[in-house]
Antibody
Framework: QVQLQESGPGLVKPSQTLSLTCTVSGGSISSGDYYWSWIRQPPGKGLEWIGYIYYSGSTYYNPSLKSRVTISVDTSKNQFSLKLSSVTAADTAVYYC???????????????WGQGTMVTVSS | EIVLTQSPGTLSLSPGERATLSCRASQSVSSSYLAWYQQKPGQAPRLLIYGASSRATGIPDRFSGSGSGTDFTLTISRLEPEDFAVYYCQQYGSSTRTFGQGTKVEIK
C-alpha cells in the first residue's frame, strides 16, 4: 500500500528556510489521480493546509503563506518537497505530507498521510 | 476563505453513547467537498468521511456523515473505547482547503 514519509531537519533558526521532503513508496507520484500536499499543526492546535503540487509541477498555495512557500516535485525519486522561507517561532509545528484523491478533476479528501515530522524554529 | 466552525469544543460521553459533532461553514460548501478526520494523540489524522456522507475504506459503519450547505454533522452511533479522539472537518473551495478547529471527544 502507498506510504508517505517526511524527512528533514527538526530544528531551524529564525529567518532561515525550512526544507522538508516527502518520499512516496508503494505507488507512483506520477499518477494523475492525486494532488500531493503539505499540512502543518502547531503544538496543541489545529490543522493548516500549506499547499499542493501535481506530478506535472503545477502548484497551489494557501494565500496566507504563498509569499514564503515553494513546493516542488522530483518524479525520478518519487518525492516532493517543501521550502518555507523567513521562518519564525510561529512556524513551529508538526509538518505532514498527504495525498489528496482527485475524482473528475475534483479534489475529494486527504486519504493518506505521513506520520509527521516536528520542526522547531529556535535560535 | 471559507471558515469552518466546529461545536462543541469538547464532548464528554461514555462508551456506548451516541456522539453528534457539528461543523458549520461561513458560506455554502458543496457536499462533495466536505470531509471528516479523526486524530489520536501523536498520530496523523485519518480520513473517516468524504463527500459529506461517504465512509472511507475500512471505516466502521457506526460513523456516519450528513448535511449540506453550511451545516454538516458527524455522528458516531455507539462510542467504542478507540473512538475517543479529536475530530476535524475539512472543506475544499476556490482551490483552498480549510479545516475546522476540531472537537475533542473525551471519556466522561
Amino acid at each position: 500500500q502507498v506510504q508517505l514519509q517526511e524527512s528533514g531537519p527538526g530544528l531551524v533558526k529564525p529567518s532561515q528556510t525550512l526544507s522538508l521532503t516527502c518520499t512516496v513508496s508503494g505507488g507512483s507520484i506520477s499518477s494523475g489521480d492525486y494532488y500531493w500536499s503539505w499540512i502543518r499543526q502547531p503544538p496543541g492546535k489545529g490543522l493548516e493546509w500549506i499547499g499542493y503540487i501535481y506530478y506535472s509541477g503545477s502548484t497551489y498555495y494557501n494565500p496566507s503563506l504563498k509569499s514564503r512557500v515553494t513546493i516542488s516535485v522530483d518524479t525520478s525519486k518519487n518525492q516532493f518537497s517543501l521550502k518555507l522561507s523567513s521562518v519564525t517561532a510561529a512556524d513551529t509545528a508538526v509538518y505532514y505530507c498527504a495525498r489528496e484523491d482527485i475524482v473528475a478533476n475534483i479534489p475529494v479528501a486527504f486519504d493518506i498521510w505521513g506520520q509527521g515530522t516536528m520542526v522547531t524554529v529556535s535560535s | 476563505e471559507i471558515v469552518l466552525t466546529q461545536s462543541p469544543g469538547t464532548l464528554s460521553l461514555s462508551p456506548g453513547e451516541r456522539a453528534t459533532l457539528s461543523c458549520r461553514a461561513s458560506q455554502s460548501v458543496s457536499s462533495s467537498y466536505l470531509a471528516w478526520y479523526q486524530q489520536k494523540p501523536g498520530q496523523a489524522p485519518r480520513l473517516l468521511i468524504y463527500g459529506a456522507s461517504s465512509r472511507a475504506t475500512g471505516i466502521p459503519d457506526r460513523f456516519s456523515g450528513s448535511g449540506s450547505g453550511t451545516d454538516f454533522t458527524l455522528t458516531i452511533s455507539r462510542l467504542e473505547p478507540e473512538d475517543f479522539a479529536v475530530y476535524y472537518c475539512q472543506q475544499y473551495g476556490s482551490s483552498t482547503r480549510t479545516f475546522g478547529q476540531g472537537t475533542k471527544v473525551e471519556i466522561k
